[in-house]
């Protein structure tokens, strides 16, 4: 499993609940209010939909597992 401490790598991941593959296209920062300054990143599914995501980096570290950068 990945370590949520270290930073994410653009490349291909799992999910570790669905087994479903995401590219992670880059890092970001959320500037909302209540998340100012937040790590997040934004990604992308491999299934016919290509829908994009956001989700805080530490979480993502946490359900995700990298297969090829």
């Known amino acids: 499993m990945s370590n949520p ?5 653009p ?3 799992r999910n570790n609940k669905t087994g479903g593959h995401y590219l ?3 890092e970001a920062i959320d500037c909302t209010n209540e ?6 990143l934004i ?3 491999f299934d016919a939909s290509g829908s994009l995501y956001v989700r805080d980096a530490e979480q ?10």
Do not use: Q
């Open 60 to 69: 993502f570290m946490e359900k995700f597992t990298l297969v090829s950068d």
């Open 43 to 45: 990604y992308k599914a």
């Open 11 to 13: 490349g291909v991941y």
């Open 35 to 40: 998340r100012d300054g937040t790590r997040v």
């Open 5 to 9: 401490t270290h930073p994410p790598v």
């Open 24 to 26: 992670v296209l880059r």
